[in-house]
């Protein structure tokens, strides 16, 4: 295979890009300066090199604890759980939660081989039984709202999170519905994700 078939086949490895979107994204390059090329590498090394796991909440981030943990006006009584740490960028840009956060890594799916230890959810049972924040200095957690996808994968492994945290925090709500069924919470829109929030219910 030549280089440009190689850079074809990463780009083709992307969601949502296919063979010919990989190609044109591979020509699209080679048109532009040598420069720009080298820019996109040097981000692709600096995002490998600097962006990991926050080791509190398991988001993405080039600073442990991130910087929504080492919040202190922030609420640490209340965990948000979400699939993904993209999941947490929709939810911001909502305004409406101004507590924790908490990244479970996926969900629950038997056919694609993801099981309850390929998700971090003794992480979370960990964290609500010690306590909140960084450092579990800012009081116990009083509630851990689920904002798993609604679809059939996030609903179960909603009700696998709360039978693993039961006994161990006062309430377990979920958030609302609003957001369709299927559709993942990156993609919705800011006013849904703050009405599913506002009338979250307890499970």
Same mark, same amino acid.
């Given at each position: 295979?030549? /280089?440009? !078939? ?18 044109? $994204? ?8 040598? =420069?720009?090329? +080298? ?10 090199? +600097? ?16 910087? $929504?943990?080492?919040?202190?006006? %922030? ?36 056919? !694609? ?7 971090? /959810?003794?992480?979370?049972?960990? +964290? ?14 009083? =509630? ?29 709500? %979920? ?8 559709? !993942?919470?990156?993609?919705? !829109? ?10 979250? +219910?307890?499970?």
């Amino acid at each position: 295979m030549s /280089v440009i !078939d190689d850079l074809a086949a990463e780009f083709a490895k992307l969601p949502g890009i296919g063979r010919k979107t990989a190609l044109r $994204l591979t020509y699209h390059l080679l048109k532009q300066s040598p =420069e720009q090329s +080298r820019q996109l590498a040097g981000a692709l090394e600096a995002l490998v090199a +600097r962006v990991r796991r926050c080791s509190v909440c398991n988001n993405l981030t080039e600073q442990d604890p991130c910087a $929504l943990c080492a919040d202190p006006r %922030r609420d640490h009584t209340v965990l948000c759980v979400v699939e993904d740490a993209s999941d947490i960028g929709a939810i911001e840009r909502a305004g409406e939660f101004r507590g924790l956060y908490h990244v479970l890594g996926g969900r629950l799916s038997p056919l !694609d081989g993801v099981g309850p230890e390929d998700l971090a /959810v003794q992480s979370l049972v960990d +964290r609500v039984s010690k306590g909140a924040g960084a450092g579990g200095s800012e009081g116990a957690i009083r =509630e851990v709202i689920l904002a798993t996808n609604p679809s059939m994968e996030g609903e179960a492994t909603a009700l696998y999170v709360q039978r693993q945290l039961a006994g161990h925090v006062p309430t377990v709500s %979920r958030i609302a519905r609003g957001i369709p069924v299927g559709g !993942d919470l990156e993609y919705a !829109d800011g006013v849904t994700i703050a009405q599913a929030i506002s009338a979250r +219910r307890e499970m």
